[in-house]
């Protein structure tokens, strides 16, 4: 499908909307995810802190429960829901109209936002601040998983092309709440009440997402495609019944059905999720460890690794930042890039399960980096430079490895993403970029026929 029987999308509008919804839906959990610091800093026990100060004579950091736990319970709040919910689409886009799914998604989660935001000021205990972030974390993934899947559906109206805009959104989201957080720390974000402005950054983004959903249907491009395929089906079948009418009522009584009925896709109509995963099932496994293995080490282990270098000096505010979160996201971003490049394994190839079994490596690599803190297992790679090593062959191999996936089963079957990639993708941020059933998706990838055009869309 193209653009040229249509209206034209002006200044690339349409383009520009969808690239700030795919923004909008995965800045909330990078922003969460990437102020780590800023969460484990309230939730330091003042009495174990005054104890070991009174003792010792200066000021030594002993992680409370809460702190040690922080990091597991993030993850475990963030994935939990979002499985739930985006298993539960396939019955919730059945009910709720797609108008009220995504406005009301992004408005619970920019009110998520700015709570968080004047929680900055509001003095609280660690367990009740545990309790209310951790509550927070649910609810925006709840609704991000709601917010994805009705806005891949949105994308499904349109040429194939306006998929990549949501992509590249979502792939900037957390380089951008990387960069958020390290303009915080250049600013002085020693204090609390300095990510007043980190947080309302991520409440601007979100307003200017439900500004953009808003202007959406007021655009002729957007609103000619999004009645198009209806329109053409509608037209297919009252052409259908008026060519059986003309053979029955055929002045010799014979049926002259010399040209053959071809039936046409109804956009309504979807396969089983059991046939594709049947068809697929090597692939979405293979999504799903990939996925598995990042979730198992990062952000719980990563951002606990502690730098060499940066003792005393400015480079240890920086070394999670930069060599975690920044390094992690761009490099992700650049994996999945590659495969615009090559595709190396092929589909059939044996070596891309192999491949997608090896990164289990990375579990014991961070492992033995200079984590704190740590109880049995020795530190064998603590230099920093080892670290930085690691992660950049990690987010690279992520996004290369789930996106050749993807790009593969997409090649074999176009409604891969519908019913089984959503569920087996809900590890990272490079899983959610396909997350979320809706019975329009395919249309928007039936012009991506092979593995190549599909892989340079993605680029």
């Known amino acids: 499908m193209t653009a040229r029987d249509g209206p034209q999308d002006r200044y690339k509008a349409v383009w520009l909307i969808f690239f700030i919804l795919g923004l909008g839906t995965l800045l909330p959990w990078n922003f969460f995810m990437t102020a780590r610091e800023y969460f484990i800093s309230r939730l330091k026990d003042p009495e174990e802190t005054s104890h070991v100060r009174n003792q010792t004579g200066k000021a030594t950091f002993t992680p409370s429960y809460l702190q040690s736990v922080f990091d597991n319970f993030m993850t475990l709040c963030a994935m939990v829901p979002l499985l739930i919910f985006t298993c539960l689409n396939s019955f919730i886009h059945q009910r709720i109209p797609q108008q009220i799914r995504i406005s009301g998604s992004l408005v619970a989660i920019g009110l998520v936002f700015l709570v968080t935001a004047i929680m900055v000021k509001v003095p609280m205990d660690p367990l009740p601040f545990f309790v209310f972030t951790m509550i927070s974390i649910v609810f925006i993934n709840s609704f991000g998983a709601i917010l994805q899947s009705s806005l891949f559906g949105l994308a499904g109206l349109l040429p194939v092309s306006y998929t990549a805009p949501i992509m590249s959104g979502q792939g900037l989201a957390g380089t951008f709440a990387a960069l958020a957080m390290i303009f915080s720390i250049a600013i002085g974000a020693q204090q609390p009440e300095s990510f007043i402005g980190y947080f309302t950054t991520a409440c601007v983004t979100i307003v200017l997402a439900i500004v953009s959903y808003v202007v959406l249907p007021h655009m002729d491009f957007f609103r000619y495609y999004s009645m198009k395929d209806k329109t053409e089906y509608r037209v297919y079948n009252a052409e259908l019944e008026t060519k059986r009418d003309l053979i029955k009522k055929d002045e010799n009584g014979m049926e002259q059905n010399n040209s053959k009925i071809i039936p046409i896709h109804n956009p309504d109509e979807q396969p089983s999720v059991i046939a594709i995963f049947k068809k697929l099932w ?78 289990v490596i990375f579990v014991p690599l961070f492992m033995l980096c200079n984590v704190t803190p740590r109880y049995y297992l020795p530190v064998v790679f603590s230099h920093d430079a080892w670290y930085i090593v690691f992660m950049i062959f990690f987010s690279i191999s992520n996004g290369y490895l789930a996106s050749l996936c993807i790009a593969c089963a997409r090649s074999r079957d176009s409604w891969s993403c519908h019913g089984i990639f959503p569920v087996t993708g809900l590890g990272s941020r490079s899983c959610r970029l396909l997350s979320g059933p809706n019975s329009h998706l395919a249309e928007a990838h039936r012009g991506c026929r092979d593995t190549k055009r599909w892989l340079r869309i993605l680029h």
Do not use: H, Q
């Not at 490049?341 to 070596?351: A, E, K, N, R």
């Open 282 to 359: 090597v692939l979405a496994l293979s999504v799903c460890f990939v996925f598995t293995v990042t979730i198992g080490v990062f952000p719980a282990i990563t951002a606990k690794v502690s730098t060499v270098l940066g003792e005393g000096n400015k480079w240890g505010l920086y070394f999670i930042p930069v060599s975690c979160f920044l390094l992690f996201n761009v490099f992700d971003w650049t994996g999945r890039s590659l495969t615009a490049l090559f595709t190396w394994p092929g589909m059939d190839s044996c070596l891309l399960p192999v491949m997608v079994v090896l990164r």
